[in-house]
């Protein structure tokens, strides 16, 4: 029903900035909700936040409020997390996902884009 595609632009310096992008398409009732997710090596998926179709954004995550921001594109196709002042701690596998308004578990995922800061 929904395609998700992660990328990347930038660098990954630690203290530097990276942008990715989520390209979205389908049936727009399953991207209500688009979000990132998260997962370090040996750690469990943790969401980073989400961006719904009506506007709102939150950061969820703690430790990277402040430094990243979710957006997304006026036509509501592409999702935006961008990311300041990276860290090492920040190396992880980077995946967006989308759900309906009224679902309470994303349902659709990408494949994931990997993050390595140094």
């Known amino acids: 029903h929904v395609q998700l595609v992660e990328s990347v632009v930038g660098s990954v310096l630690a203290g530097g900035s990276l942008t990715l992008s989520c390209s979205a398409s389908?049936?727009?009732?399953?991207?209500?909700?688009l979000a990132w997710f998260r997962q370090a090596p040996g750690k469990e998926r943790e969401q980073i936040g989400f961006?719904?179709?009506?506007?709102?954004?939150?950061i969820w995550m703690y430790d990277v409020k402040g430094r990243f921001t979710i957006s997304r594109d006026t036509a509501g196709n592409t999702l935006y997390l961008q990311m300041n002042n990276l860290r090492p701690e920040d190396t992880a596998m980077y995946f967006c996902?989308?759900?309906?308004?009224?679902?309470?578990?994303?349902?659709?995922w990408g494949r994931g884009t990997q993050v390595t800061v140094s």
């Open positions: 996902a989308s759900r309906s308004r009224t679902s309470d578990r994303y349902m659709f």
């Open positions: 961006n719904s179709a009506i506007g709102e954004s939150r």
């Open positions: 389908g049936y727009t009732h399953y991207r209500f909700y």
